[in-house]
């Protein structure tokens, strides 16, 4: 590892810890968000438990199935909230003074990134002992769990990415999150509450079809239902997370430069 290499780790290193400090100062602004995915946990699983005994599920448990809704919703007041602290930075002048020192530019921006993405794997973490309380069975075991959480990291890494994105880019709280809005379609354009083959508009099958969002349900109910009998779905569910993170990242630190070119 050379110099420059060791610069940009503890760089990263320092940035992430400013920005997990700045969760730890004011957690009480993510309780509500983990409080409503919760609560659509438990109206989910008391009001739409019943049509897990359609020939389509299999036998399935409903509330393995729609544990994954709730994980991935909690991203969006979880991981965007990267996106909302960097905006205070902006705000209050902060930003541009850590543009003035020697700091990697990208670790400027992956600190807030991967703040945002470790709050979510505990926010996830959170809603599965929620699960465990409500009689929730996870085939693939403890490994299983361990599967869903690495999932969980990476479509934190992806959205946190987008929301750093998206502030720098609008340079304000109001536009920042209204960017994040656009994450809330992606997950009812899935397979949110039925399987693929219970889908009857032709347009919403197509939707899901090409929605990553699909494939990380599927990746996370493969391993809470099935177990790894197929790990094919897993396997697929991890390349369209690795290929949304490359994307999210990348879009976060073009925009990065323009923010800087424009200081």
């Known amino acids: 590892m050379n110099k420059?290499?060791?610069?940009?780790?503890s760089d990263t290193l320092v940035m992430t810890k400013r920005s997990i400090?700045?969760?730890?100062?004011?957690?009480?602004?993510?309780i509500p968000n983990l409080a409503i995915s919760m609560f659509f946990l438990f109206v989910y699983e008391a009001g739409?438990?019943?049509?897990?005994?359609?020939?389509?599920?299999?036998?399935?448990?409903?509330l393995a199935f729609i544990l994954?809704?709730?994980?991935?919703?909690?991203a969006i007041?979880?991981?965007?909230?990267?996106?909302?602290?960097?905006?205070?930075?902006?705000?209050?002048?902060?930003?541009?003074?850590?543009?003035?020192?020697p700091s990697s530019r990208l670790a400027i921006v992956l600190g807030p990134i991967i703040a945002g993405m470790l709050q979510l794997?505990?926010?996830?973490?959170?809603?599965?002992?929620?699960?465990?309380?409500?009689?929730?069975?996870?085939?693939?075991?403890?490994?299983?769990?361990?599967?869903?959480l690495l999932l969980t990291l990476g479509w934190g890494l992806a959205f946190a990415g987008y929301s750093v994105g998206v502030a720098?880019?609008?340079?304000?709280?109001?536009?920042?999150?209204?960017?994040?809005?656009?994450?809330?379609?992606?997950?009812?354009?899935?397979?949110?509450?039925?399987?693929y083959e219970l889908i009857d508009a032709a347009w919403l099958k197509v939707a899901a079809s090409i929605n990553p969002v699909t494939y990380l349900f599927e990746a996370m109910r493969t391993v809470l239902i099935d177990g790894f009998?197929?790990?094919?779905?897993?396997?697929?569910?991890?390349?369209?997370?690795a290929g949304l993170c490359a994307i999210t990242i990348t879009f976060s630190a073009v925009s990065a430069k323009k923010a800087v070119s424009t200081d």
């Not at 739409?48 to 389509?56: F, H, R, T, V, Y």
């Not at 007041?77 to 020192?101: E, H, I, M, P």
């Open 4 to 9: 420059q290499q060791g610069n940009f780790f």
């Open 21 to 30: 400090v700045t969760i730890l100062r004011n957690p009480l602004i993510f």
């Open 48 to 62: 739409l438990s019943g049509i897990a005994n359609l020939p389509a599920f299999e036998g399935a448990n409903y």
């Open 68 to 74: 994954p809704v709730s994980i991935v919703s909690a």
């Open 77 to 101: 007041g979880g991981a965007g909230g990267a996106g909302q602290a960097l905006v205070k930075d902006l705000d209050n002048g902060f930003f541009s003074r850590l543009l003035l020192t």
């Open 121 to 148: 794997v505990i926010q996830a973490g959170l809603i599965i002992c929620v699960g465990f309380f409500l009689g929730l069975e996870v085939a693939g075991g403890a490994l299983g769990v361990v599967v869903v």
């Open 168 to 195: 720098l880019r609008a340079k304000n709280a109001q536009s920042a999150q209204a960017g994040t809005f656009i994450f809330f379609p992606l997950i009812f354009l899935s397979t949110t509450f039925v399987p």
């Open 229 to 241: 009998t197929d790990t094919w779905p897993i396997v697929l569910g991890f390349l369209v997370i």
